[in-house]
C-alpha cells in the first residue's frame, strides 16, 4: 500500500466595500502578491486555522460582520 503525507492549507478571501485584502509576500520561494493564508496543524479546524492565520498573525481586527 503506498502512504503520501499531505499539507493542508487555508487561503482566505476577505472582501470589503469593494476592496480585497492581498498578501505581499517577499521571500524567494513565491514571491508576489497572494492571498492571506497558511497551514493547518494536525487536529486544527479549518476554522480555527484561518482565525490564526488572517487575525493572529496578520493583525487584523475581526468583528463578526
Known amino acids: 500500500m503506498r502512504t503520501e503525507?499531505?499539507?493542508l492549507t487555508v487561503l482566505c478571501l476577505i472582501?470589503?466595500?469593494g476592496r480585497y485584502l492581498l498578501q505581499?509576500?517577499?521571500k524567494n520561494?513565491?514571491?508576489g502578491y497572494t492571498?492571506?493564508?497558511g497551514h493547518i496543524e494536525p487536529g486544527e479546524?479549518?476554522?480555527d486555522a484561518v482565525i490564526k492565520v488572517v487575525v493572529k498573525r496578520k493583525?487584523?481586527?475581526y468583528r463578526g460582520e
Do not use: A, Q, T, Y
Open 5 to 7: 503525507s499531505v499539507e
Open 29 to 31: 520561494d513565491w514571491k
Open 59 to 61: 493583525k487584523i481586527i
Open 15 to 17: 472582501h470589503k466595500n
Open 45 to 47: 479546524s479549518i476554522v
Open 35 to 37: 492571498l492571506p493564508g
Open 24 to 26: 505581499d509576500r517577499i
